[in-house]
């Protein structure tokens, strides 16, 4: 478990220490602490992603959402090796990419906030109630808007980030208002909760009434509703023409 503290605080403590280098040394107060924090998350991945590695602890608790838990298991075990991945090759290359910007954009801001984006990337993958990764989720979003939204002198890009995070932000809520519903009919907010909540869940609420099991034919699986949303039309078939033969003729 202390490994995954730490997979949590090495990107703070990275925050700030670009916040108290100079201006000319955050790129390389950049690839050295982002590569460490990225190269903890790439390697606890990848321990959880071949089963090495099963985590699960409460650090919290709310009156009427039930506990805040974090955890790892082989899946974001994956997810959490692909990001860290990613960090590690953007964190190598960022003491030549931020060069062509010392004097014009504030290095040691954009240094914290790549460090904090990689701490609420692995939060939102380590959670394991809704409110921790909601939270999570909404520093995440707001923290990549911000950082797409870096090069602000240069036309077009405040407009595009905007975009990102008002797209992000639909969806966000969208999933919110669902899972909301599941963890009241559920009675706690964490995500055993949700699914034990959601096999309880009857079928006229969890599907549409055109869409739902019991509307489909019994050969078509419930699985092949779910990724199709609703139930495709039944196509009839034509007769095949009938032929005479020549003693009828």
């Known amino acids: 478990m202390t490994l995954l503290w730490l997979a949590i605080l090495l990107p703070l403590a990275g925050a700030a220490l670009a916040l108290a280098v100079r201006e000319a040394k955050a790129p390389a107060a950049l690839a050295a602490s982002g590569a460490l924090s990225s190269a903890l998350v790439l390697g606890l991945g990848l321990a959880s992603a071949l089963g090495r590695v099963h985590l699960l602890a409460t650090f919290g608790r709310l009156p009427v959402l039930g506990p805040l838990e974090v955890g790892l298991d082989p899946l974001s075990g994956v997810l959490m090796a692909t990001a860290g991945a990613v960090f590690l090759a953007v964190s190598l290359a960022s003491p030549g990419y931020l060069s062509r910007y010392l004097g014009r954009y504030t290095l040691r801001g954009y240094s914290a906030g790549f460090h904090l984006l990689l701490l609420a990337t692995v939060l939102v993958l380590v959670a394991r ?27 077009g890009t405040e407009g595009a980030a905007l975009h990102m995070l008002a797209a992000g932000e639909v969806g966000t809520m969208a999933a919110l208002v669902g899972l909301l519903l599941l963890a009241a009919h559920a009675g ?29 034919s019994a050969s ?28 009828s003729s």
Not at 134 to 153: D, I, T
Not at 196 to 213: E, H, I, K, N, T
Request: hydrophobic content about 40%.
């Open 188 to 216: 706690g907010a964490s995500f055993a909760a949700l699914a034990a909540g959601a096999r309880g869940v009857p079928d006229g609420v969890r599907w549409p009434p055109s869409c739902s099991p019991s509307s489909a």
């Open 220 to 247: 078509r699986p419930a699985s092949s509703l779910a990724w199709a949303g609703c139930r495709a039309p039944t196509r009839r078939r034509r007769p095949p023409p009938r032929r005479c033969s020549p003693a």
């Open 129 to 155: 109630d809704l409110v921790t990764f909601f939270v999570a989720w909404e520093v995440m979003s707001v923290l990549a808007y911000l950082l797409v939204a870096y090069e602000h002198r240069r036309d």
